[in-house]
């Protein structure tokens, strides 16, 4: 499996088999998932920078909640 991958699954282990198929199956979901792994990778080292740019991680943090819609929105059209 891929970093990304195993992310959404410690995420979400209750759609392990809806996150495999999907991934495995769908181009757009596999960006999505990379795109949702590398903005809470940016997001955890923004949170430790030891210079703090608020509105940098406000909005990276924003830009997090918006991927996770969509992963939601993609795992409820697949039910």
Known sequence: MT???????SR????????IELYENSANFRSLCDDFWQCHDTLKRLVVM???DER?????????INLEEE???S???QS
């Open 12 to 19: 979400y282990p209750e759609h392990r088999g809806q996150l």
């Open 56 to 64: 940098l991680e406000n909005s990276c943090r924003m830009l997090c």
């Open 50 to 52: 030891e210079e703090k």
């Open 3 to 9: 970093r990304e991958l195993d992310y959404m699954i």
């Open 75 to 77: 795992l409820q059209s």
């Open 71 to 73: 992963v939601m929105k």
